[in-house]
C-alpha cells in the first residue's frame, strides 16, 4: 500500500457512488481505493439505524439512510481504515464508529 511521509496512509477516494445491500448479512456494502487498490467497507443495518433511529428497515431504507449519510460514513472509513494495519482490503464499521463521529459533530 501506499503510504505518505509520515507513514500516514493518503485519504482514500470515492469516486464510484455505488453502493449495494448485502441481505444475507443485513449491510451495505462500498468500495473506496488507497491509490489503486480496492478497498470494501460494510455497514451493518444496526449500525445505520443507531444514527438514524427512524429508518425503514427495507432495503431501500437502509440504502436510503447510508446516502444521507454517505459524507459521514467516507469520514469515518477514512478514520478507521488509517488505523488498520497494512494489507487490509475490508473494514466493518460499527455503530460505535459511527456514533463517536456523530457526537464530535454535535
Not at 449491510?27 to 480496492?38: L, Q, T
Request: charged share 25%; hydrophobic share 35%; proline share 2%.
Amino acid at each position: 500500500m501506499k503510504l505518505s511521509i509520515g507513514t500516514k496512509r493518503q485519504a482514500l477516494n470515492f469516486p464510484n457512488e455505488s453502493r449495494s445491500f448485502d441481505e444475507t448479512r443485513n449491510r451495505v456494502c462500498f468500495w473506496g481505493y488507497d491509490s489503486a487498490i480496492e478497498i470494501s467497507f460494510y455497514v451493518a443495518a444496526e449500525a445505520l439505524q443507531a444514527i438514524n433511529p427512524e429508518m425503514e428497515g427495507t432495503a431501500e431504507g437502509i440504502l436510503h439512510s447510508f446516502d444521507a449519510a454517505r459524507e459521514r460514513i467516507h469520514e469515518v472509513a477514512n478514520k478507521v481504515y488509517a488505523g488498520t494495519d497494512q494489507g487490509t482490503y475490508a473494514v466493518n464499521l460499527t455503530a460505535d464508529d459511527l456514533k463517536y463521529t456523530q457526537q464530535r459533530n454535535c
